[in-house]
């Protein structure tokens, strides 16, 4: 019996549709290259000629727009970022790890539903928004309550960036602790253990990677955020020695300072190094936080 | 016969604090929004009326309205989704109904993880960069809704994605068992099963891309600009940098002012996130498979 040819229109259409959707798919690492390319192509001349590693690194004069000197040292802005990412991280990781063991093992029913829908609209909460809740709100409240002269420093970001941090942490944690089989929650409920004590000796240990996962994207988003940090941090340029002292953070000094550079100037390729700086690290914080979950679906 | 013993009561103690301590703790991450809420409505509704969201600002934005800011934040939107969604839902179908277990899609999930987590002003970076010079856009409407496609786009994929693999596989099957092609399979029967979902997810994304900043700031967004858009290719205002440049930059910015910016920004991004959140507990309800 001779095969029947059966590329007819619908067959050619398939083929067409299957190749476009593989385009669709690959899209995303296409803009990860891209982004990569484009922010290296605007910086890269600075890396190569004027940057001094050293100075970038462990200099923390950041004076971009003297005209005698200028110095591209970027170490008080890290210090800044580090600074208000570890306190944000510091009073996010016990108030979200916590919250989600709240709604995934204690929790049931409406108020699940209810505390789970409060979280998704905390994250749908604008950055700007939150900076002006800093700038508006806890600016006025870190003055009185602590007697400080300026209420836009390293705690009223961290508290800000805390708050953004945790709907991310939360979830991510929270589907982790999800993760963990029913069994497991049985076979120790059989021996009369509470729900704590589950808890405690069974979900955590079996959840880890994907709490250890939940925080490092926590990390990630605080690290990253740039407009609440801008504006409730206080943006001065200083290595800080306490809660109070206002700093300045890698994405802010972007978002500042951008708009006032000329294009292709040594400090608009300063700008856009910065630039790359951030984007290596956020890389390298999903890269291990994808490792890390990738850890769980093996063992 | 079961008698409880000093143990027991001591367990049960522990465990009552460990709910109230965890109980506790959620409430203190919630309970900001609630009093957000409060604060931004107790203060920004004096400003609010018609004329605030139909005027344009006056006397250096100390006045007047955010009608020009709140237009150009719709046509940021919709040209943003004109662009992603098509992408988005092409990487989901690809994701969901073709792609392998191998490295690529490995690689897919890896890049989707990546472009949600690459900082806002890196994105920004990014579309000065690409859009506004090398393609040649200027700063324009078109480059910051790309901008902000491409930063959103990991909402589209996943959302869709999830979406598409809700579909039960015996629908796909009973389809292919009548000879439709793939293609025919997943346009009749995966996509209409699966479109209130994708919807959710596409709302989701708006509610996303009107309340970002940072990547509008040097691409397309105008700090004044008094007059509406005419093409893609005009700059014009924006609600969530209005709300910036009203709170930072300007001075002798009543109070009320930059409460009323906020208030409205995020009553259009709080709409938009309840929607998506109702007809998500719509769907589950009326779910038959």
Redesign the interface.
């Known amino acids: 019996m001779q095969h029947e040819d059966v590329r007819d229109f619908?067959?050619y259409?398939?083929k067409a549709?299957?190749s476009?959707?593989?385009?669709?798919?690959?899209?995303?690492?296409v803009?990860?290259i891209?982004?990569f390319l484009?922010?290296t192509?605007?910086g890269f001349a600075f890396i190569t000629q004027s940057m001094d590693i050293r100075e970038f690194f462990f200099d923390p004069a950041w004076r971009p727009t003297s005209d005698s000197n200028p110095t591209y040292g970027a170490f008080a802005l890290i210090a800044g970022t580090a600074s208000i990412t570890g306190l944000a991280v510091l009073l996010s990781i016990?108030?979200?790890l916590?919250?989600a063991?709240?709604?995934a093992e204690?929790?049931e029913g409406r108020t699940r539903e209810i505390?789970k829908?409060?979280?998704?609209?905390?994250a749908?909460?604008?950055?700007?928004?939150w900076?002006?809740?800093g700038?508006?709100?806890m600016n006025p409240l870190i003055i009185d309550m602590f007697d400080v002269p300026v209420g836009l420093n390293i705690l009223n970001a961290g508290v800000i960036l805390a708050?953004m941090a945790?709907p991310i942490m939360?979830t991510i944690a929270e589907d982790a602790l999800k993760a963990v089989p029913d069994r497991y929650r049985e076979a120790a409920e059989a021996l009369g253990a509470?729900?704590?004590?589950v808890?405690l000796k069974i979900v955590l240990p079996a959840a880890k990677h994907g709490l250890m996962a939940a925080v490092l994207?926590g990390v990630?988003?605080g690290?990253?955020?740039?407009?609440a940090v801008l504006?409730a941090s206080g943006h001065s340029i200083n290595v800080p020695d306490g809660l109070f002292d206002s700093v300045r953070a890698l994405?802010a000094t972007?978002?500042a300072e951008?708009?006032e550079t000329a294009?292709g100037s040594e400090h608009y390729q300063a700008?856009?190094t910065l630039?790359i700086l951030?984007?290596a690290v956020?890389?390298i914080?999903?890269?291990t936080?994808?490792l890390v979950m990738r850890g769980i679906k093996r063992s | 016969m079961f008698e409880s013993t000093e143990l027991n009561a001591r367990?049960?103690r522990?465990?009552q604090g460990?709910?109230l301590?965890?109980?506790?703790?959620?409430l203190?991450?919630?309970l900001?929004?609630?009093i957000?809420l409060g604060?931004l409505i107790y203060k920004g509704s004096p400003a609010l009326s018609w004329a605030f969201l139909t005027e344009n600002p006056t006397n250096g934005m100390t006045a007047g309205g955010i009608f020009p800011a709140l237009m150009g934040t719709i046509a940021l939107v919709l040209v943003a989704l004109i662009a992603s969604i098509?992408?988005?839902?092409?990487?989901?179908?690809?994701?969901s109904?073709?792609?392998p277990d191998n490295w690529?899609t490995r690689?897919?999930?890896?890049?989707?993880?990546?472009?949600a987590?690459?900082?806002?002003?890196?994105?920004?970076?990014?579309g000065?960069?690409?859009f506004v010079?090398?393609f040649g856009f200027g700063t324009s409407i078109l480059a910051a809704s790309l901008t902000l496609a491409?930063m959103t786009?990991?909402v589209v994929?996943v959302s869709t994605r999830e979406s598409l693999q809700a579909v039960p596989q015996s629908f796909r099957e009973a389809c292919w068992n009548m000879g439709a092609?793939?293609?025919?399979t997943?346009v009749r029967v995966v996509l209409p099963n699966a479109v209130s979902g994708i919807l959710t997810g596409i709302i989701l994304e708006v509610?996303?891309t009107?309340?970002?900043?940072?990547p509008i700031?040097?691409t397309g967004a105008a700090f004044f600009l008094p007059f509406l858009p005419e093409s893609v290719f005009d700059q014009t205002m924006a609600l969530?940098?209005h709300?910036?440049v009203v709170?930072?930059q300007v001075p002798n910015v009543p109070e009320s002012l930059?409460?009323g910016v906020?208030l409205v920004?995020?009553g259009m991004?709080?709409i938009m996130?309840?929607a998506s959140?109702g007809l998500r507990m719509v769907l589950r309800n009326r779910k038959k498979w």
Do not use: C, K
């Open positions: 619908h067959w259409v398939d549709m299957a476009l959707v593989f385009l669709g798919g690959i899209s995303a690492i803009f990860i891209g982004i484009f922010i192509r605007e016990p108030f979200s916590g919250a063991i709240y709604i204690f929790a505390l829908i409060l979280i998704e609209l905390l749908a909460i604008p950055s700007v928004v900076g002006f809740i700038l508006s709100i708050l945790a939360t509470t729900r704590w004590q808890t994207l990630g988003r690290f990253g955020e740039t407009m504006m994405t972007i978002a951008l708009g294009v700008l856009f630039g951030l984007f956020t890389f914080i999903n890269l936080a994808d | 367990n049960w522990i465990q460990m709910r301590l965890f109980l506790g703790m959620t203190l991450l919630v900001p929004v609630i957000i604060v098509p992408v988005g839902v092409a990487a989901a179908i690809y994701l109904e073709y792609a690529l690689l897919i999930n890896l890049a989707i993880i990546n472009l987590g690459v900082p806002s002003i890196v994105h920004a970076l990014f000065l960069g690409a010079l090398f491409i786009l990991p994929i092609t793939r293609w025919q997943i509610s996303r009107a309340g970002e900043t940072a700031m040097f969530s940098l709300l910036f709170a930072t930059p409460y906020a920004l995020i991004v709080l996130n309840s959140i």
